[in-house]
């Protein structure tokens, strides 16, 4: 067994259900950019890692929700899996480029975000 991640504020690690795909890697590393994470070990050891193996919170994860996403497992779940009542397109105010992104929205809370694939300048791949 190994102990769950849940060192992140926005997502929980749980390896005992990961099942090696590489989902999560490749949107880290293709999508973002930002290779939080990356396979490590070999055969049996295999697992999905930061660098030197930290918690996700020491890592260079950003929390941007790519991983979490595309893990078909359940091995990344969000904190709070509360479904948005609505999405109200905005600027990501992150860094000076202008990505586009929808807000999920229940109440005056927002709950989720998403990136938009087709917006520039970015096309949804935040740097």
């Known amino acids: 067994m190994v102990p769950i991640d849940d060192s992140n504020p926005a997502y929980i690690r749980d ?47 950003e929390t941007c929700g790519e991983c979490v996403n595309r893990c078909p497992t359940g091995a990344l779940v969000y904190r709070s899996n509360r479904q948005p009542t609505r999405e109200v397109k905005t600027t990501c105010p992150y860094c000076a480029v202008g990505c586009q992104a929808y807000l999920g929205v229940r109440g005056n809370e927002i709950v989720r975000v998403r990136p938009t694939r087709r917006a520039h300048p970015t096309r949804g791949i935040c740097a």
């Open 15 to 61: 390896m005992n259900k990961c099942i090696l795909c590489g989902r999560c890697v490749r949107a880290c590393h293709e999508v973002t950019g930002i290779d939080a994470i990356e396979m490590a070990f070999r055969g049996n050891n295999a697992t999905i890692s930061t660098f030197g193996d930290k918690p996700v919170l020491l890592s260079r994860c």
